[in-house]
Nanobody, 127 residues
Framework: QVQLVESGGGLVQAGGSLRLSCAAS????????MGWFRQAPGKEREFVAA????????NYADSVKGRFTISRDNAKNTVYLQMNSLKPEDTAVYYC????????????????????WGQGTQVTVSS
């Protein structure tokens, strides 16, 4: 079992930055691939970024590539999402999720791969 708690959301102006954190419980955090997803009102939950257990590989949605950076600190049981150059269309509830690394690696873009989810944190970007 893995329990996840997100923090760091808030209201920011377009062009600004936020850093989201996701703290995980459990001694096996380092065994899990981690993902960030987001869901805007009236839309489906969508993939944002993922990172494998070692931090050695990352994957991003095209819409955030070059602006967002996912990282993890296994000693702190925490995964981060640094969000720069924020746009109003980035407004959503952001969720972190954990999964044992699937094969192929590209499957980490899929919501259904992740059995463990946090409660979400709201990010609002004003224009």
């Amino acid at each position: 079992q893995v329990q996840l708690v997100e923090s760091g959301g808030g209201l920011v102006q377009a062009g600004g930055s936020l850093r989201l954190s996701c703290a995980a419980s459990g001694r096996t955090f380092g065994s899990y691939a981690m993902g960030w997803f987001r869901q805007a009102p009236g839309k489906e939950r969508e993939f944002v970024a993922a990172i494998i257990w070692s931090g050695g590989a990352t994957n991003y949605a095209d819409s955030v590539k070059g602006r967002f950076t996912i990282s993890r600190d296994n000693a702190k049981n925490t995964v981060y999402l640094q969000m720069n150059s924020l746009k109003p269309e980035d407004t959503a509830v952001y969720y972190c999720a954990a999964a044992l690394s699937p094969s192929p690696w590209s499957a980490l873009r899929l919501v259904g791969v992740y059995p463990y989810w946090g409660q979400g944190t709201q990010v609002t970007v004003s224009s």
